[in-house]
Nanobody, 123 residues
Framework: QVQLVESGGGLVQAGGSLRLSCAAS????????MGWFRQAPGKAREFVAY?????????GYAASVAGRFTISRDSAKNTMYLQMNNLKPEDTAVYYC???????????????WGQGTQVTVSS
């Protein structure tokens, strides 16, 4: 079982930036994938982005964040990042780190989860 710990959330004004981190432990990641989901108050949890842990990494983004958010990884640290630029009030949510055996598992929300970190964007 993989353990996931998110950090980096906070309070920012619209147009600002944050970088979220997710530290993973408990297994190796040579054949693995990770991603980010978010859940706004009163809304369902939604997919944000994914990144593969294979040598030839691939990434994908939800349309709502494409062009503003960038997902990346540091394999040596078993850590995934989400650089969030030009934040909007609608980005306000609890952001969750996810991990699984492949990108399909991650995108479908069927893998492991962290406890989340709060991102609040004021207008």
């Amino acid at each position: 079982q993989v353990q996931l710990v998110e950090s980096g959330g906070g309070l920012v004004q619209a147009g600002g930036s944050l970088r979220l981190s997710c530290a993973a432990s408990g297994r190796t990641f040579s054949n693995y994938a990770m991603g980010w989901f978010r859940q706004a108050p009163g809304k369902a949890r939604e997919f944000v982005a994914y990144i593969s842990w294979s040598g030839g990494a691939s990434t994908g983004y939800a349309a709502s964040v494409a062009g503003r958010f960038t997902i990346s990884r540091d394999s040596a640290k078993n850590t995934m990042y989400l650089q969030m630029n030009n934040l909007k009030p609608e980005d306000t949510a609890v952001y969750y780190c996810a991990a699984g055996d492949n990108t399909g598992v991650v995108v479908q929300g069927l893998g492991s989860w962290g406890q989340g970190t709060q991102v609040t964007v004021s207008s």
